[in-house]
């Protein structure tokens, strides 16, 4: 509940920013970069995790992150000046950091390994729910209703999040001077080869979520195909999750990386000037494979990390994820002017297939 309530602050305004930014006579690199700011304060915010988590606990740095990010989402209504709203944009990140690492975190906090893929496919239901609802609502909310109001609305939700994560209890957590971290190791390596398939979807994931609105002429296939990359993730994070569980190994991650490169093609077809169905097929599809992906790369990690460094394999995942989602939306507003989105995508859907080369596999968890 407290995930569904931050996050459905989070997603409604993820397409409204970029299109207040154009309001306010920013370009589309201009509106680009307010994404990727957020998401580079949030990746700033998730390296230091670890340290912050070995002296806060985990329900304080949830709730802080929570408040942070309700405050600010009003904010935005000040002012439509681009300095402005990246500034807000990274005091937003700050609390986007907290948030993604604790509520993942919780996942192997509090379920044992063999009901982590479930425990991550009910997490990405509670992230993806307020995508399926917040991105398309978004748009339409800013068309019909106007964007301050939008803003105002992305708040409460925020605050709902925030009052529900104060009642979060975090069984067996360390307190005090016994939060210290742990002085094994895992080798570099061995975290970032599952991380490069979620990093490049993720890139993809920027791209689309920034600026498909600006892309698309139509308001309403826009909402339509944000709905549909919502409800897919959803669906293909909750399969992967379950497979991984009754198999007890991750095994949709190549299927995912192939399937979401698909699903730009489509994206990028329709942009480009194709039929609109492209839009809509290509969105479920990309969403059910960036969803697997999503779920099989926590598992690994959480896998390879052990035990004793789960906060470092949260912190690296949401690093990845929310990386390759700032650079996806400063890459393809860079390249949308100086060529078109169309091409823009497509870029995407290649940088996504290189990582069908990367086949990481899980080591047992010590």
């Known amino acids: 509940m407290a995930t569904v309530g931050t996050f459905a602050g989070y997603s409604t305004l993820l397409p409204v920013v970029p299109l207040w930014a154009q309001a306010g006579g920013a370009g589309s690199a201009g509106a680009g970069a307010t994404t990727a700011v957020f998401m580079l304060f949030t990746v700033v915010t998730q390296l230091v995790m670890p340290w912050l988590l070995s002296r806060f606990g985990i329900r304080e740095l949830l709730v802080c992150g929570s408040a942070i990010m309700a405050v600010l989402s009003v904010v935005f ?9 990246l500034a807000v944009s990274a005091g937003r990140g700050v609390g986007f950091g907290l948030v993604t690492v604790t509520s993942s975190l919780l996942i192997a906090v509090l379920l044992p390994e ?6 991550s496919g009910r997490y990405g239901a509670a992230v993806g729910l307020p995508n399926i609802v917040g991105l398309p609502a978004g748009v339409w909310l800013t068309e019909h209703v106007g964007h301050r109001e939008v803003f105002l609305i992305a708040g409460l939700a925020g605050l709902l999040g925030t009052l529900v994560a104060m009642l979060v209890r975090v069984p067996g957590e360390r307190s005090g001077a016994d939060r210290r971290p742990s002085r094994s190791r895992v080798p570099a390596m061995a975290l970032f080869l599952p991380a490069t398939a979620l990093i490049t979807t993720a890139v993809a994931s920027g791209g689309v979520v920034t600026f498909l609105a600006v892309a698309l002429t139509s308001s309403a296939l826009t909402s339509w195909a944000l709905f549909a990359f919502g409800l897919f993730m959803i669906i293909g994070r909750w399969t992967a999750g379950v497979w991984a569980d009754r198999y007890r190994r991750p095994v949709a991650l190549r299927v995912g990386v192939v399937v979401g490169a698909l699903g730009i093609v489509g994206i990028a077809a329709t942009v480009a000037g194709g039929p609109a169905v492209a839009a809509l097929a290509g969105a479920a599809m990309f969403g059910a494979g960036f969803g697997a992906v999503q779920s099989d790369t926590l598992i690994i990690l959480f896998q390879r990390a052990g035990s004793r460094r789960i906060g470092e394999a949260s912190a690296v995942w949401n690093i990845a994820y929310d990386a390759g989602f700032g650079i996806g939306a400063i890459g393809v507003g860079a390249l949308a ?18 990582s069908v080369l990367v086949r990481p596999r899980p080591t047992p968890s010590k």
Not at 77 to 85: D, F, G, T
Not at 114 to 119: L, N, S, Y
Not at 341 to 354: D, K, R, S, Y
Request: proline content about 0%; glycine content about 10%; overall charge neutral.
């Open 77 to 85: 209504a000040a002012s439509a000046q681009l300095w402005v709203l």
């Open 114 to 119: 063999a009901e982590r893929g479930r425990g």
């Open 337 to 354: 002017a100086v060529a078109d989105f169309g091409l823009a995508f497509a870029a995407t859907a290649l940088v996504i297939a290189t």
